[in-house]
């Protein structure tokens, strides 16, 4: 079914998303690659729409940078695993996931949920530390 489009706004951005996620999937499909339509801004007269293609299970560089500076473990953990660092969201950068959903949290979840070995020990219980002498 074809729609005719003569002005954009807020409904016909969904309209075309929804109708470019469809054409994308199958894209997808052909090439392997997760494919998403994402943001639309939009004027009466036209629409910029950003379009994200990544191979699945491709972990971003920032993710990696982060995840190793910041002492964390890319495995799974109790079912969590991060999948994404968003370095401009200052409150809640890391991207996590459990039984299929995302959620995102700050450092401190993150502290709690994948901090490894000596680093989680020292976080945990500061006194239990090594000391220098």
């Given amino acids: 079914m074809s729609t005719k489009i003569t002005e954009i706004g807020k409904a016909e951005c969904k309209i075309i998303r929804d109708a470019m996620q469809v054409a994308l999937d199958l894209v997808a499909e052909d090439f392997?690659?997760?494919?998403?339509?994402?943001?639309?801004?939009?004027?009466?007269?036209?629409?910029r729409i950003t379009v994200t293609a990544k191979v699945p299970g491709a972990l971003s560089e920032a993710l990696k940078f982060e995840a190793e500076l910041s002492g964390y473990t890319l495995d799974e953990v109790d079912g969590r695993k991060l999948v994404?660092?968003?370095?401009?969201?200052?409150?809640?950068?890391?991207?996590y996931e459990q039984n299929g959903k995302r959620y995102k949290c700050g450092s401190a979840i993150a502290d709690k949920y994948f901090k490894t070995g000596e680093a989680k020990v020292m976080l945990m219980r500061p006194s239990a530390a090594p000391t220098q002498g």
């Fill in 32 to 47: 392997g690659l997760e494919i998403l339509a994402g943001n639309i801004s939009y004027e009466p007269g036209k629409a």
């Fill in 84 to 95: 994404d660092f968003k370095p401009r969201a200052h409150k809640m950068p890391w991207i």
